[in-house]
């Protein structure tokens, strides 16, 4: 993994991307994040996953040019069998990345085209600095479109039209526009972005086990039938339900005060300090 930097505090990894002189998306890039992902998989300890950059400039600038100029560049990226498959290297990256059983987050404070934003839109949410974010998919303008996921990924998020404006317009999107466009949660100012997603990484982590892991199944299934979502939902909701653990915490929360007239105006605070 040596274009990651990887730091795991509290629960929380911290991948910060460091592929010089642009994060350019190249084939050591994505080998090195698929040894990444692959490690986090059956890492038990790790709940949350925050993606990051260590160029001041750039998130990922995007996909490797010379996956067009070279087409058997692209080919260094997989088995054979990888290549054979219906998706493409890039496309299973960032589906590794999407199934991750832990919850994903991007910080996006520079630019971010193409592949690289395909890859943040893989992830669970994405926060970006109102000062330095710029995001687009200028693909079409390439005579391509998007092909590692941001034809499926974005119109998921967006609606089909808003997703079509931003493909075939091919805009630089700056963070107040892509917050306004829910491309990402929220647009920060730079001095608070990385604090804010600590702190909200952090909280995530410090949950009972099981429980993003099961929230990021349970809204998952919301693009499918939605009595198969209700009942991955149940599912899901069912198993941590009557775990001691839960009880305990909610008979502690009742003896705080929840569920009376004055407990329930600071109910987050009751939970928070459980």
């Known amino acids: ?15 910060s991307i460091n592929n010089p002189p642009l994060n350019v998306l190249d084939a050591s890039l994505m080998a090195s994040l698929a040894q990444f992902v692959a490690a986090m998989q059956e890492d038990k300890t790790v709940q949350v996953i925050v993606f990051q950059s260590a160029d001041p400039d750039y998130f990922i600038a995007h996909g490797d040019m010379n996956y067009v100029v070279n087409p058997a560049s692209f080919a260094e990226l997989a088995t054979p069998e990888m290549l054979q498959a219906p998706i493409n290297p890039m496309q299973q990256l960032h589906e590794q990345i999407r199934q991750l059983p832990q919850a994903t987050i991007a910080i996006i404070d520079g630019y971010v085209r193409g592949g690289g934003l395909e890859l943040a839109l893989a992830c669970d949410m994405r926060f970006a600095s109102l000062e330095k974010a710029r995001l687009a998919l200028p693909e079409a303008s390439m005579g391509i479109i ?119 105006k600071d109910l987050e605070g009751i939970i928070y300090k459980l």
Do not use: W
């Open 146 to 264: 998007p092909g590692g996921g941001g034809t499926q990924y974005l119109p998921r998020l967006i609606g089909r039209a808003r997703a079509l404006e931003i493909i075939l317009g091919g805009e630089l999107q700056d963070g107040n526009r892509a917050e306004k466009y829910g491309i990402v949660n929220r647009a920060l100012p730079q001095a608070e972005l990385y604090n804010y997603v600590n702190t909200l990484a952090t909280r995530i982590a410090k949950l009972p086990a099981d429980v993003a892991t099961a929230a990021v199944k349970a809204v998952n299934a919301a693009h499918g039938d939605i009595y198969e979502g209700l009942t991955i939902e149940n599912q899901q909701c069912m198993s941590l339900f009557t775990r001691p653990e839960t009880i305990a915490k909610t008979i502690a929360a009742l003896e705080a005060g929840a569920q009376t007239r004055e407990g329930e």
């Open 1 to 15: 993994m040596d274009k990651l930097n990887v730091d795991i505090r509290n629960g929380v990894a911290f991948a």
